[in-house]
C-alpha cells in the first residue's frame, strides 16, 4: 500500500508564479498540490486541517511586503513558517492569437501585478481598463473564456501555455531584477536550524511613547543581530497610531543570542508575537552574529563559573 502523499494549499489556480515556486521545491512538488482562490482560503484550509501545509507569497522586490499575507499571519492565524522559497518574476501581457497591444482595451490581473508594471502600462496600454482579478493565472483563464476582443492579461509566461494565450509583451516589469519571496507555514512544528535561518517576530507596544521602537531595536543591536526586515502595521484594534513592529531578523530560536532577545522584549513589551524559525533563501549570511554567538556562551561560563562559587 503506497503512503498517502502529503497536501499542500497554495495560492491558484495552475499558472500562478505561487505554483511556479512551489515546483522548484522538490520534497513539496511530489505532494498533493491543492490551488485556493485566494491568500486567506489557503491560510484557513491550514487552519482546518485540510491541508498539512500552504504557500503563499509574501514580499515583492518592486512593490514591497504583500499585506494581505502578512497581516493574515500576523493577526488572523496562529501558523508558523516553515520555509521560505525567492522566484525570479517576469511579467507578461497575454492574450488571444492575432491580438496587438494597441487592439486591448480591457486588462486583467491582481492588483499587487500591475503595481509592478505600472510605468509599461502607463506607457503602453493607457486606454485601457484595468480589471481585478483574484491571480494573475485567474487573469489569464478570464481572457481565455472572454467572447469579445480586446481582452489582456498580466499573468506569467507558463500560464499562457495553460489558457491558450499568446505572448504580446514579455518581462514588462519597471525595474529589473523582480523576485517574490513565498513562505511554507504550517500549524506546529519549528523546522531544525540549517545554520542559515531567519526568525520573525510581531511585537506589540506596551505604550506608544517617544523612544520606543529604538527600545526594541537596540535589544537586537545590543546582540549583533542582523534584521533583514523591519515593518510597522496598525493593530487593528486601536486608533490612529496604534501599531505593531513586525521583525525578520537574522538567526534560529536555537541561537543563544536569538532566545536571549525574545525573552527580553517578551518580559519587557506589550506581547510578542512568533511567526517562526526556519531555512532563509538566497546566499549565507556574515558571519557577525555567529562571533556574538561565541562571546556570549563565554560570557554565560563566566556567570555560570561565579555562580558556582556562592556559599551554600
Avoid at 482562490?37 to 485540510?50: F, H, I, M, N
Avoid at 549583533?224 to 496598525?234: A, D, V
Avoid at 546566499?283 to 562571546?295: F, I, L, S, Y
Wanted: aromatic residues 6%; negative net charge.
Amino acid at each position: 500500500m503506497s503512503p498517502t502523499k502529503q497536501r499542500i494549499g497554495y495560492f491558484g489556480p495552475a499558472g500562478t508564479f505561487t505554483e511556479q515556486a512551489l515546483l522548484t521545491q522538490s520534497d513539496l512538488a511530489t505532494g498533493e498540490l491543492v490551488p485556493y482562490r485566494t491568500v486567506p482560503d489557503v491560510l484557513d484550509a491550514v487552519d482546518r486541517g485540510e491541508v498539512s501545509l500552504g504557500f503563499v507569497p509574501i514580499e515583492n522586490s518592486i512593490e514591497g511586503t504583500v499585506n494581505f499575507t502578512q497581516d493574515a499571519l500576523v493577526f488572523d492565524h496562529d501558523l508558523l513558517i516553515q520555509r521560505e522559497v525567492v522566484l525570479d518574476i517576469e511579467h507578461c501581457i497575454l492574450a488571444k492569437k492575432g491580438t496587438s497591444l494597441k487592439d486591448v482595451k480591457t486588462l486583467l490581473s491582481i492588483p499587487v501585478a500591475t503595481a509592478q508594471c505600472h510605468e509599461y502600462i502607463r506607457n503602453n496600454l493607457a486606454p485601457a481598463e484595468l480589471h481585478a482579478a483574484n491571480s494573475t493565472a485567474e487573469a489569464a483563464r478570464l481572457v481565455s473564456e472572454e467572447t469579445s476582443s480586446g481582452f489582456a492579461a498580466v499573468a506569467p509566461r507558463n500560464a499562457g501555455a495553460i489558457y491558450n494565450l499568446e505572448v504580446i509583451a514579455s518581462n514588462i516589469a519597471d525595474h529589473e531584477g523582480n523576485q517574490t519571496r513565498f513562505v511554507l507555514v504550517g500549524k506546529e512544528s519549528i523546522p531544525s536550524a540549517t545554520g542559515h535561518d531567519r526568525t520573525a517576530l510581531v511585537v506589540f507596544q506596551r505604550a506608544d511613547e517617544p523612544g520606543s521602537l529604538i527600545s526594541i531595536l537596540q535589544e537586537f543591536a545590543a546582540r549583533r543581530i542582523n534584521l533583514s526586515q523591519l515593518l510597522s502595521r496598525p493593530t487593528k484594534r486601536g486608533g490612529l497610531g496604534d501599531y505593531c513592529f513586525i521583525i525578520y531578523c537574522d538567526g534560529h530560536i536555537t541561537n543563544e543570542l536569538v532566545a536571549d532577545v525574545l525573552r527580553d522584549l517578551h518580559a519587557k513589551q506589550g506581547a510578542v508575537k512568533f511567526l517562526g524559525s526556519y531555512p532563509a533563501a538566497g546566499a549565507q549570511a556574515h558571519t557577525a552574529r555567529e562571533h556574538a554567538d561565541a562571546r556570549w556562551r563565554e560570557a554565560d561560563d563566566w556567570v555560570t563559573a561565579l555562580r558556582a562559587r556562592i556559599a551554600r
